[in-house]
């Protein structure tokens, strides 16, 4: 209704010289996560990114990979934050694209569930009490030794966002890092 | 039909257009399209037009194309030709114009090389286009040129690149037919869901203070749809307001019309507009000329929007009821349920007094202003206009600027497609190849693009087209010696300093046309207009009209951006002032 819009927005007290009435909203921010089924075909990753740019969208994470047998479709996991009427129009937006065949908003539609892979290399004095500290958390966070010297380990991890997040700040403390990540895939759950 | 010999690429490109029912083809020539300029030259199905500049190309199959409900095409090269094309493809997409450009491109070995003429055209016009292809192998030539005019048609029409390298135009290509061609993947909705059409029908019968909304959508749709959003107007009895786009759509002499709506719209429009209690949109986006202030958007409304395209649904505004579909299919669906409820309960006085209100409203006859014998007010030379040339068929395109206000408050359109300007993108120079290209679909009919002096030197190397084609249009120029729009807003906003306005060094209008081959008339006095006018329509030939008009005449009303639609200001022969003025507010936000 228009009136809620109203509430919604209010116009800003400083504004610069302009051609069109502008607003501050105060919405509230929201993040979301969706999975975008597309053509396997040249150009299509731009098109998406270009639209993002284009209209000033936020990329929080994104991902894409061919998913099915026959190659011919590919799987864009998007992390995206805006307010709810921007959030519509992205999903609204990409829906208008040609080469995109089904949009999924996951954090809508829920429950699902998302990970990530993070490869984290430490790197620590030879023998320092640092290496077992090391050693040890990543066993608490499930991490998995993939290559090691005498002076670094290379663990690969998965989890949600958060988890990634804490275990990377953890292994700063303990030595120089090198970080690479994946980005966010996610699936609905369930049947 | 596909003929059974094996085909080239180029001769592919000219078959799927025959396939398409194309007859007219708007382009230019370059290395990278030669082959298919040589199976062009051995064909004489379709026909083209040889234009003087790819914008042009563009605008005329926009003309083309909304003057005859058609897809319009182009076919320009690689390189200059295709970002020539860029600003008339970004004309079609936000005015929703269905275009299909073909576009040469070096051979595909080069692409990337830095090859001659070569540019990234799919990258280019990426987000200029509905939609864009790179043919990289023969055999889907023919497929994606068909899914072109399928996207460029479907749902929410637009412009549709298909670049093609110059190797595929040699190489030989399979050919299938348009049928057996689809995306998968594109499937806008046509329908309205049924438990939407009748919440948007329990809200029309228990409105008071409704009114209709209309816009380019309804054009989209077609004369049918056209018709059909006619009738349905009239068995409610609601007023109606129409936005720069959807002029056409509801005939403008019905009592029910209020008139444009927006930024330049009537005062009843736009007042009935801020009171209504419920509002339904109908192919039109609410855009930023029309919203004015959004926070004081129709605050009592309760909204109604039929679009095709989602994302313009909840962009700008929240709707209460958004209905995706078709406006021909959902205009059919509304009517069928409006008709069952024949004996519901209406609010038959509140209906009477709204109209009351709506009438005080008009009696302020908010286009009125100053006569003058001496000088040409641009208001009278278009009431003229408008009174001898009622009697035909007319079709009328604009440049943009003042010029382009007055035309859409001044001239009446009765029919849909009858009126061609360039709204979301504003773009000068668009009137007079877009009036090229309605000639083309229309033979024998009274075209005229009504212009401003500045506006019709950006393309006027197109006058050239027209004689060469016999496109006998007729450029009305209401020349005000300056960029009157831009000269408006620093009158009103910017304390009157004329920053760069003036339209210096100004060509005679007339010799400029007698060197082209084309008439050239002139107005300078009021009483000079009827001559001027009654020998443009009748002389067969291309006609430009240098109608000298007051400099400093102002378009009114006028919602100053950041302004709600109650505070309109109104010109000096309004009954009454409008409660606008610029405050130093407004002027920042202008
Ligand atoms: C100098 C200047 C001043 C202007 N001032 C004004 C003004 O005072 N008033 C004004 O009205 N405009 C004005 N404009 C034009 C304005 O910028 C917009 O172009 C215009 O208002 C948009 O019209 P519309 O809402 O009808 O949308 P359009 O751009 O015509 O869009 C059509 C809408 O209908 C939908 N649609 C398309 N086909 C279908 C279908 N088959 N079924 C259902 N939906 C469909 C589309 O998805 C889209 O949302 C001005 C422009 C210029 C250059
Ligand atoms: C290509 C382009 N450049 C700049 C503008 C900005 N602009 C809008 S109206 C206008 C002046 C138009 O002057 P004219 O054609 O003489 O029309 P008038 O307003 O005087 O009727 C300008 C410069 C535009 N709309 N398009
Ligand atoms: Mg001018």
Known sequence: ?191 | MASLKPMNGAEIVIQSLIDQGVEVVFGYPGGAVLPIYDAIFQQSSVRHVLVRHEQGAVHMAEGYARSTGKVGVVLVTSGPGATNAVTGLTDALMDSIPIVCLTGQVPTHLIGNDAFQECDTTGITRPCTKHNYLVKEPKDLARIIHEAFFVARKGRPGPVVVDLPKDIQFADCPYVMPESVKPTTYRPATRGKIQAIEKAVDLLSNAKKPIFYGGGGIINAGPAACKKFTDFVRATGYPCTLTLMGLGAFPASDKQFLGMLGMHGTYEANMAMHDCDVMIAVGSRFDDRITGRLDAFAPDAKIIHIDIDPSSINKNVAVDIPIIGNVAHVLGQLTGTWDKRKNRKRNLKELKAWWKQIEDWRSRDCLAYKKNSEIIKPQYALERLQALTEKRDTFITTEVGQHQMWAAQFLKFEKPNHWMTSGGLGTMGYGLPAALGVQTGHPGKLVIDIAGEASFMMNMQEISTAVQHHLPVKVFILNNEYLGMVRQWQELLHGGRYSESYAAALPDFVKLAESFGAVGLRANKPSEIDDVITEMVEVDNVVIADIVVDPTENVYPMIPSGSPHNEMLLGPAAKGKGSGKVTEKGKVLV
């Open chain 1, 1 to 191: 209704m228009a009136k809620k819009v109203a509430s919604q927005i209010k116009s800003s007290k400083s504004q610069p010289g302009s051609a069109y009435f502008m607003v501050d909203s105060d919405q509230r921010i929201e993040q979301h996560t969706m999975a975008v089924m597309v053509i396997n075909e040249p150009g299509v990753l731009a098109r998406v990114i270009g639209l993002f740019s284009g209209r000033g969208y936020n990329i929080e994470s994104l991902t894409v990979a061919s998913v099915t047998h026959d190659d011919s479709m590919s799987l864009i996991t998007i992390v995206t934050s805006g307010t709810p009427m921007v959030i519509e129009q992205i999903r609204n937006q990409l829906e208008r694209l040609v080469p995109v065949d089904s949009i999924k908003d996951l954090t809508q539609e829920g429950p699902y569930v998302e990970r990530e892979l993070a490869m984290v290399k430490v790197v620590t004095k030879a023998k320092s009490p640092e290496r077992a500290e090391v050693l040890r958390c990543a066993d608490i966070f499930g991490a998995k030794v993939v290559d090691t010297t005498t002076r670094s380990f290379v663990f690969a991890m998965t989890g949600n966002t958060d988890k990634v997040e804490s275990f990377i700040d953890l292994m700063r403390e303990l030595g120089r890092t090198e970080v690479a990540r994946s980005g966010v895939v996610a699936i609905g759950r369930g049947t």
